[in-house]
């Protein structure tokens, strides 16, 4: 487990280097790197960027998968398998792969290097994720409850809204922390997608290491790290990461 964890974990000392370049162990320490990350006007915009679109993909993702789930677990007709199939197969296909057949598709339609252009394309990844953990947490879910709400006169929304969606909150939960660090995180499709135009995040850091070797990166990357766990943990101490996917 330690080898595996541990080139996340020295991205933290190398992240406070003293010096010019990544060097292990660093021959001095200091924030001078934090600093400048401040400082980098292009750094701070790709993060701004990031930032908006993944929170965005995961409203929209959130507002499409939460019905199809329901669509999927609830009801039984014709063509079911087959939707639940189209709607995971991103997951199958290799990102560089699914990349070119999306900027192929976006070309067409003048979508490259635009905010709607990168949204879209950001919940063909997001969309199954949380498609997967709705649908699960729908499946494990008492259905005699509804049935119960039901039989007592209470209208389809009225089960939906106080007796479906409320037990669904840890779903909903896990599913808007998954579909966000996804969408932050991508980067082979928005390399393709989001163009010279669109700064976000993880292309900024993508092109700075092909010319800089400076331990800036660690900083970015300390902090994504720190903010990753910070969202896991939130969501585990608020509702359990374990009640959306094995109850």
């Known amino acids: 487990m330690m080898f595996l964890l541990a080139p996340v974990i020295l991205v933290f000392p190398i992240s406070f280097s003293a010096d010019a370049f990544v060097a292990w162990p660093p021959s001095a320490w200091s924030t001078r790197w934090y600093v400048a990350l401040l400082h980098n006007e292009e750094m701070v915009t790709a993060f701004r960027n ?93 259905p005699f409850v509804e049935d119960a709400a039901g039989t007592l006169g209470a209208a389809p929304w009225q089960v939906f809204r106080q007796i479906t969606l409320p ?19 991508e980067v082979v499709i928005s390399l393709f997608i989001a163009g010279t135009q669109l700064k976000l995040l993880p292309v900024s850091l993508y092109h700075y290491v092909e010319s800089w070797t400076d331990p800036l990166v660690a900083a970015v990357s300390a902090l994504l790290v720190l903010g990753t766990l910070g969202i896991v943990l939130i969501v585990e101490r608020a509702i359990g990461l374990g009640k959306a996917v094995s109850k």
């Open 167 to 185: 037990l669904m909150t840890p779903a909903l939960v896990a599913s808007a922390a998954l579909a966000f660090i996804v969408s932050f995180d």
């Open 50 to 142: 990031s930032l908006l679109i993944a929170a965005c993909v995961t409203a929209i993702t959130l507002l499409v998968a939460m019905p199809a789930a329901v669509a999927l677990t609830r009801w039984g007709f014709r063509g079911r398998d087959a939707l639940i199939s189209l709607f995971t197969a991103p997951l199958l296909l290799p990102s560089i792969v699914l990349g070119l057949a999306i900027l192929v598709i976006f070309a067409g339609y003048g979508l490259v290097s635009s905010w709607p252009g990168v949204v879209i394309a950001h919940l063909v990844i997001t969309l199954p994720y949380a498609l997967r953990v709705l649908m699960t947490g729908l499946s494990t879910m008492p």
